[in-house]
């Protein structure tokens, strides 16, 4: 995976929780159902990340917004809109300023939309990916609409 | 009309790049099919029967004749000589070469056209009012409430990936001549008990597969608060809209299977949310957009010269009859260019012929074009001294067949000769009706007739007085009727007559309905009139009797 972060490439610090890699850390992101089910324990980690999906009803989870310094929103295939308006919602509505991860299906050609709805971090699939996406953040210089705060 | 500004050239320029970059990387394999094929379509761009499909955005159905020969150019160095008109009021080419599309596009975007959102599952043209700010009974002008409308949902981040198409139109009277209620948001501007402007807004319709009327959700939204409120439904329905069957995916369903009320508790919920100032819109701006559509600068006329041409010519009578309405200003006519000669497809326009309509349009109509729903051009404003002269070069031009909303003036979608959806063929059964009912159509009077070649309907044929609806049957091709649509001020879905009708018989179909209609009609009485009196009855037993 190759990380954008505020428009630049970076290098990932955070790690997905998962059964390959069940190691709990400060640098964990860890799934929905997981949190849900080990909220308890969960409330020693110092730093946490939350993986949701584009159609994760923000009910789920938001009553515990602050808790969460990364969300990550997962996109099943690049032409569902979702997650676009989850991330919208969290941030407008829901004021959440920490990262807001795109991950899943983010191609270069729909990075900047994600980003101008309040998405400040894009994963890649690779390398090659990450450099064509960088151009393509700046494809536009000129927008009708207003970009969503990220912070 | 609303003209550019550095800004809105820029985008589009922009965008234009955006897809030359696009379609180079797809060609040279950046991109796989999957994934060009959203990107291709938000740019308009279909792969098709014969050749990729091009259509064109007209914004609420307004050009200038510097754009028409544009478009007259285009077909030319790109395409076969002719373009086609749509619908809902857009301009389609039927044989660009793919390589080609981002140089179009670049043309285009000289005369500040585009074809940004005219496919795809996003926010499509804003449709409105082909007579908009020329009708006397209009209670605003809507052409600025789209260009607002327009520039909120170009290139929207948010909703650029929706669950389905998404199609808005706009009606500043309270005649409705938008169809708004047959959109999946339609909207009808009203002014309160205070005089405030403002909309009562439509959710919900929609043709295609499961026609279905659109139901009011709200009965006046202020002009301030109309954009948050579009982005309200847009946001629950991006959410919830259907996604795991396209066919269930339109608004339209959501609503149903939600409930009028639901929805619209979820709406008004998003709506307190999203109330930003970011998408108020105050008098200010709209002003500004205002100052884009003020009247036209009309002289002084009176009817004498028309008066004593009318009287000279019994074909020039018949077609200002026919062909020419009421305009606002005395001295002044609104003119119908007909696109459905006896001599090529319903909607298509020659090279030379848009040549002519850009010339005649400086001449006489201060440089204006517009394009109706039903597939005809319109010369808002003309002076009526002037309509003998525009009537015989029009004629010469065969743009002046006197048919406007007879049977002739059919809408036809481009069917299974260039359409890779349709099950079966319009535009020989289009020929088939023209050449059968030319010489009669007057007599017969105004009857709407709709055919399109699939259940998609872009001919809007659930809508028709007379609806046709190609069907595959095994391989062959059929046609069912339904009768009694309407498309005017109350949409009505047409009711079936029966079992579909083998290809060779369709004209006769039509033919026999229209026999029982003439027997039954008292004096003028419209179609819609008499088939409400006798019911559908005696139509069945015309049509299926007989074979």
């Not at chain 2, 938000?42 to 754009?67: D, E, F, V, W």
């Not at chain 2, 295609?208 to 009965?219: F, L, M, S, W």
Request: charged share 25%; aromatic share 8%; hydrophobic share 35%.
């Amino acid at each position: 995976m190759a990380l954008i972060k505020n428009n630049n490439a970076q290098a990932d610090n955070w790690q997905y929780l998962t059964e390959d890699s069940p190691e709990l850390s400060q640098n964990s992101i860890v799934s929905l159902e997981y949190w849900q089910q080990n909220k308890t324990s969960l409330t020693q980690q110092e730093t946490l990340g939350l993986r949701v999906l584009g159609d994760t009803d923000p009910s789920e989870f938001v009553n515990e917004l602050a808790r969460f310094d990364i969300i990550a929103i997962e996109i099943p295939i690049f032409t569902d809109g979702r997650a676009y308006s989850l991330a919208k919602t969290l941030r407008e509505k829901y004021e959440y300023t920490g990262e807001m991860r795109a991950i899943g299906d983010v191609q270069p050609d729909q990075a900047l939309y994600l980003t101008r709805v309040g998405f400040n971090s894009l994963e890649l699939a690779s390398d090659e990916l990450r450099e064509l996406a960088l151009e393509k953040l700046a494809a536009f210089s000129v927008f009708y609409q207003t970009a969503t705060k990220t912070n | 009309m609303y003209l550019y500004n550095e800004f809105d050239q820029t985008l589009v320029n922009e965008r234009v790049e955006q897809f030359r970059d696009q379609t180079q990387r797809f060609l040279s394999g950046g991109l796989t099919e999957e994934q060009f094929r959203p990107l291709r379509l938000m740019n308009g761009l279909y792969i098709q029967t014969h050749a990729p499909m091009l259509r064109i955005n007209i914004p609420y159905g307004l050009l200038s004749s510097k754009q028409i020969r544009m478009l007259a150019q285009i077909s030319r160095q790109y395409d076969k000589d002719y373009v086609h008109f749509t619908t809902r009021q857009n301009v389609q080419l039927n044989w660009p070469a793919l390589e080609q599309v981002p140089n179009i596009l670049a043309d285009l975007a000289s005369v500040q056209m585009h074809s940004i959102q005219s496919s795809g599952n996003c926010i499509r043209n804003i449709t409105s009012d082909p007579l908009a700010g020329v009708c006397a009974d209009e209670i605003e002008d809507p052409r600025p409430y789209c260009e607002i409308i327009r520039q909120w949902s170009t290139l929207h981040p948010e909703f650029s990936y929706l669950p389905r198409k998404f199609k808005i139109a706009i009606s500043g009277s309270p005649k409705d001549r938008a169809i708004t209620q047959m959109h999946d948001i339609g909207l009808l501007m009203r002014k309160d008990a205070a005089g405030n402007t403002g909309f009562e807004v439509l959710v919900g319709g929609g043709l295609g597969r499961t026609p279905i009327v659109g139901q009011t959700i709200a009965e006046f939204i202020a002009e301030a608060d109309i954009l948050s409120y579009l982005e309200a439904i847009l946001r629950v329905y991006n959410r919830h809209g259907r996604r795991d069957n396209k066919y269930k995916a339109r608004i339209k369903i959501l609503v149903k299977a939600t409930g009028l009320e639901t929805f619209k508790a979820q709406v008004e919920a998003e709506w307190a949310d999203c109330k930003s100032d970011a998408l108020n819109l105050d008098k200010k701006a709209i002003q500004q957009v205002k100052d884009f559509f003020v009247e036209q600068d009309y002289s002084r006329s009176d009817d004498s010269k028309l008066d004593n041409d009318l009287a000279n010519s019994g074909a020039f009578r018949q077609w200002f009859k026919q062909n020419t309405r009421e305009h606002k200003q005395a001295g002044y006519r609104i003119v119908s260019l007909s696109l459905k000669s006896p001599h090529r497809a319903p909607g298509d326009v020659t090279f030379d012929q848009l040549n002519v309509i850009a010339n005649l349009a400086d001449q006489y109509n201060f440089g204006e074009i517009r394009t109706t729903h039903d597939q005809n051009l319109i010369f808002a404003h003309i002076k009526t001294e002037d309509l003998f002269s525009l009537w015989q070069q029009l004629e010469e031009n065969q743009l002046a067949t006197v048919n406007i909303g007879t049977i002739t003036d059919m809408i036809c979608c481009p069917g299974l000769d260039f359409c890779s959806l349709a099950n079966a063929s319009s535009i020989d059964i289009a020929k088939g009706i023209t050449d059968r009912f030319t010489d009669n159509a007057i007599d017969i009077g105004d009857v709407k007739l709709k055919m399109s070649g699939c259940m998609n309907g872009c001919a809007h044929h659930s809508i028709g007085e007379i609806g046709i609806l190609g069907v595959d049957k095994k391989g062959e091709q059929w046609y069912q009727f339904t009768l009694g649509g309407s498309d005017s001020n109350e949409c009505q879905l047409g009711e079936r007559l029966g079992r579909a009708i083998a290809k060779e018989e369709v004209v006769n179909t039509v033919d026999s309905i229209l026999d029982v209609y003439k027997q039954h009609r008292n004096g003028d009485e419209k179609f819609a009139t008499t088939l409400k009196r006798i019911g559908i009855q005696p139509f069945k037993e015309k049509v299926y009797g007989a074979h």
